[in-house]
Every structure is written in structure tokens, then in C-alpha cells.
């Protein structure tokens, strides 16, 4: 039943799915819609808005009219301008639903940000990761000793998932053996309903209700225990956050799973994706781990495993030349600043040993930069270690599947294969 | 030129001559000093060019912007002292000039 509704989801009318960006009028192009982003279609889209439109209004679409910020320095600017470019009520390009609002702080402004922001901040900042280090490279060893050798298996399942579901509940001091609820629930929270995983929005909604109630257990276990370093005890304990409504404890927890999820899974799977299609670049790697702090970052440039996060404009204003009104949907396409050729010399190569790679838009910049991004990086670093450590090559041996969204730009499916040493 | 020296949080010292002009962040990048990532270029979006000014040269190196004060505020490391190295301008006043980098950059 789910798959008839993902295929009529897929051919909707909205789809830019086969189409060539370069044969229609340039009005309609759409980059909102799922499809293009599953087929792994929707680059020479953005090539030619870069070109020729690089702040785009699409009057229609299945999420209403927007604007599309194309270029790495009006996405920073917009960025980096939190006064005007508003991430209230919501940094989806789908807007909201009353009763389906979950307020967290990537989606406030300041003041309220910043308070809720600095509360939660603590636990992934890197003086807490250096004692994280040795558990996360404990957990590497152990999912990598346990795969097998000369076999295809999902390299998304055994190793993605499982890596980051494990990082998540250290973070949280989570049940262990529940661990896959927080990989499930993060899923529904961004799932489109009809896209495979949610039927329809009531599941999504029994899934983060489900999730609410696991973690008012939690919130209801830690603040009758002594303030730990775990996320559930920070929120539980913070004087900012330890009033907060159900639904704002919700929206920041849903945050931070969803946050620490599938990116840093998404980075995992890309970086051999990456390597696969740039056979040089793993060449260059085996002769010399010292480029993986760098290819890290690459990775994540490459990747760019959140295509884009929307604002909406407090007033009027210009932008390159464009009136944007009050009230407007802006989207900032951190793919499309990670491919601009003008500020990121060949861009859409792979190259670990790109300077300045750590410039990239995949962490955003301004008050809302990523939170975790020196944990996912250094998950990133310490699996790579651990993987050249043990193999000659994680190699593709069967197409990607991409996950259905214009958002969430990941894997659902990557068959590999490993040679060892 | 101004000679500026960067002590590292384990105690190495760096000393450089900086370029009049430049900010003190490009002044540490360019001469390959560690500790400092400037990730956004200098920019004043990232947070990561953070250093500690000895006191007294706090009131040499300029006034914070209200940009500075927002990104900084997020620091979890932030000190009385503590400044944006992107957002400092190197000038002759700072000639002798000592920052200190914090352990992480965050």
C-alpha cells in the first residue's frame, strides 16, 4: 500500500524528475520537490540557476512560492544575517502545522536562542569529545572487526546506522538495546508522508509521540539524579531549560537526534561514495593517512548532507539585486554555495587535500552554525583511521540509493564489498 | 610590520611579523599557526579564530561589534578576555602584541 502511494508521490506533477533544466523556461524550474534529489538528477539544475538566476523565485510549487539563494556569498550573507532572515517559525521549506509545531532552538531567534543553545552546547563541545574519543574508536573497532570480508553487504546498515544509532545513545546515556527507537524516531521526524517510511502524517505523529513519552521517562529518571553529562541531565538540570513545555523539550531532542543523525550517517556513506567515484583520491589516501583530518572536511563539503535550510524574511529587503518581501520563504541551497565554482575552485571534484576545505556551507555558518560538527567530524576521522587500518578498499559494488527528500540528501543503500589489507 | 606572538595552550610560543592592515587571524593562518581554524575566512560567522588577549593589551586591539559579541557569546570557553582574532586589526599600536589560543576551537 505504502509503495503505491510513494509512486503517485513520485510522479506527481510537481517532479522535475527526466526533465533537463536548460530545455525549459527557466521560471520553472522547482528544486522543493523530492525527486530530482532521489535520482541524483539535480545538479545541472543548480548549475543554472547559479548561472542565470542565482536568487530564484518559483511563484508555484507543492510548498507554496520561494525564493532559492544559489551562491555561496548570498548564502552567507543571508546567513549570517539572523535580523532579517528570521528562522522562526520553522528552517523546513514545508511550512508548518499548527498542531504539528515542535519548537527547538534551531528554529528561534535570539534571544531564546542563544539561551537554549548555550544549555545544550556543552555536551558536543570538544573538551567533553576528547573523553568521547575512546568509546567511539572502541565502537568502530568493534562494528569493523565484525564485517565480513569479500561479501556484499549494506554498507548503510552495518555501518552508518549502527555508528551513529551508537554515538546517539552514548550522547543521551540512552538504553543501549533501544538504541535503533532514536534512528526510527529521527527518521519519522523528517519523513515525507507517501516517501516509504511514514503512510501518512498520523504514523509520523505516533512515532514522536512515542518518542515524547520514552523521553518524559528519561527527563522523569535524570532530575531525581545528580546532574550528569549526558543531554537528557543538561536539559533536565539547565537553568534555562528545565521549565520547558513538553513540546520544547520534544523539539530539542528531536533536534539533537535528528541533528546527530542522519548527517553524520549520510557523511559516513558518502565518503565511500566519494572514493569510489574518484578512484585517484582513495589512491592518494592510502599513501598517506595524514589527509583524512582533511578529507574529512571534504567529505562533508561533497556530501553537503542537509541540501538546504529555509528563513523567512522579518522585512523587505534586497537581495543581489531582488526585492524580497516580508513574509518570504528564502531558501539557502548549501549544495548549490558548496558547487559554486566562483568561490570553490572545481567544485564538484572530490580532492582530500583541498585547501581551505573546511569553508564549506554543509555546517552553516552565523549563530546557528552546527552544534556538533567537531563530533561528526571527529567520527568521521576516527572511522576512516580504523577503516584503513583494516582494508585495502570498501568498494561499490551496486548503484546508491538515495533517500527520498530535498532535504535530508543521503543514502538508503550502499552494496559493498571489502578487501582487506 | 607588528611583531605578534601566539602562545599555544600548552605553552609553545609563535612569534610573527604581521602585515599592517591584515587582521590578526590572516597574520596567524598565513604563517601557519596552529590553534586557529577561521573556518568562515574571517567573516565573523564561525567562531573559530577565538584568542585570549593579554590584559594588557585589551584595550588596544579595538572594540567588539555587536556581530562579535552574538558569536562569541556561543563560545563555551569564552573568557573576560576573549576576542575574535578575524575581527582585530593589526596596526602599529600592537606591536608587541600577545594572544593566547585555547586548547580547542569549537
Not at chain 1, 561479501?151 to 545513545?169: C, G, P
Not at chain 2, 588577549?53 to 562569541?72: C, F, I, P, Y
Request: aromatic letters at 8%.
Amino acid at each position: 500500500m505504502s509503495e503505491v502511494i510513494a509512486q503517485e508521490h513520485k510522479q506527481s506533477k510537481w517532479s522535475m524528475v527526466g526533465k533537463d533544466p536548460y530545455s525549459m523556461p527557466i521560471e520553472e524550474i522547482d528544486l522543493s520537490h523530492p525527486g530530482i534529489w532521489q535520482a541524483n538528477q539535480f545538479l545541472p539544475f543548480l548549475e543554472r540557476l547559479r548561472k542565470e538566476d542565482p536568487v530564484h523565485f518559483c511563484r508555484e510549487s507543492a510548498v507554496g512560492p520561494y525564493w532559492s539563494v544559489m551562491k555561496y556569498k548570498d548564502i552567507m550573507e543571508v546567513d549570517t544575517t539572523p535580523d532579517i532572515y528570521s528562522s522562526e517559525p520553522t528552517i523546513g521549506i514545508v511550512d508548518t502545522f499548527e498542531e504539528f509545531t515542535l519548537p527547538s532552538f534551531i528554529a528561534m531567534d535570539r534571544p531564546k536562542h542563544d539561551e537554549q543553545r548555550r544549555i545544550a552546547q556543552p555536551v558536543v563541545a570538544p573538551a567533553n569529545l576528547k573523553n568521547l574519543e575512546e568509546l567511539i574508536r572502541k565502537r568502530v573497532c568493534r562494528i569493523l572487526d565484525n564485517l565480513p570480508l569479500e561479501k556484499e553487504f549494506d554498507w548503510v546498515k552495518n555501518v552508518s546506522v549502527e555508528l551513529t544509532t551508537q554515538m546517539l545513545a552514548t550522547l543521551f546515556d540512552f538504553p543501549f538495546k533501544d538504541r535503533y527507537k532514536l534512528t526510527y524516531w529521527s527518521d519519522m521526524a523528517t519523513a515525507i508522508p507517501g516517501g516509504g517510511l511514514a503512510k501518512s502524517q498520523a504514523e509520523r505523529w505516533e512515532a514522536i509521540e512515542e518518542c515524547l513519552a520514552y523521553f518524559t521517562r528519561l527527563w522523569n529518571k535524570r532530575i531525581k539524579e545528580d546532574p550528569g553529562f549526558d543531554l537528557v541531565s543538561m536539559l533536565a538540570h539547565g537553568e534555562a531549560t528545565r521549565q520547558m513545555p513538553p513540546e520544547e523539550y520534544l523539539g530539542n531532542i528531536l533536534l539533537l537526534i535528528v541533528g546527530g543523525n542522519d548527517t553524520t550517517r549520510n557523511s559516513i556513506t558518502g565518503g565511500v561514495v566519494a572514493l569510489n567515484e574518484y578512484p585517484e583520491q582513495y589512491e592518494k589516501l592510502r599513501a598517506n593517512n595524514k589527509h583524512i583530518p582533511n578529507m574529512v572536511s571534504e567529505i562533508i563539503r561533497w556530501q553537503t548532507p542537509l541540501a538546504y535550510m529555509r528563513r523567512t524574511a522579518t522585512k523587505d529587503t534586497e537581495l543581489r539585486g531582488k526585492e524580497i518581501k516580508a513574509g518570504d520563504k528564502v531558501v539557502m541551497w548549501y549544495v548549490s554555495g558548496n558547487r559554486d565554482e566562483e568561490t570553490i575552485v572545481r567544485a564538484d571534484e572530490f580532492i582530500i587535500d583541498r585547501p581551505n576545505a573546511r569553508k564549506h556551507l554543509s555546517f552553516g555558518f552565523g549563530i546557528h552554525r552546527c552544534m556538533g560538527n567537531r563530533l561528526a567530524e571527529m567520527q568521521l576521522r576516527i572511522l576512516w583511521e580504523e577503516v584503513m587500518n583494516r582494508f585495502h578498499t570498501v568498494e561499490v559494488v551496486g548503484a546508491p540509493e538515495r533517500v527520498y527528500s530535498s532535504f535530508i540528501k543521503g543514502y538508503t543503500r550502499l552494496p559493498v564489498k571489502l578487501h582487506s589489507l | 610590520m607588528a611583531q605578534i606572538t601566539f602562545i599555544e595552550h600548552d605553552g609553545t610560543e609563535h612569534s610573527v611579523d604581521a602585515k599592517l592592515g591584515s587582521s590578526l587571524m590572516l597574520a596567524a593562518v598565513s604563517n601557519g599557526i596552529p590553534g586557529i581554524d577561521a573556518d568562515c575566512g574571517g567573516s565573523c560567522s564561525c567562531a573559530t579564530c577565538h584568542v585570549f588577549v593579554h590584559s594588557e593589551w585589551q584595550d588596544r586591539v579595538g572594540e567588539m561589534n555587536l556581530t562579535e559579541e552574538a558569536m562569541l557569546s556561543l563560545s563555551p570557553d569564552r573568557k573576560e578576555n576573549s576576542r575574535l582574532s578575524c575581527q582585530i586589526q593589526v596596526t602599529e599600536e600592537l606591536d608587541g602584541l600577545i594572544v593566547e589560543t585555547p586548547e580547542f576551537q569549537f
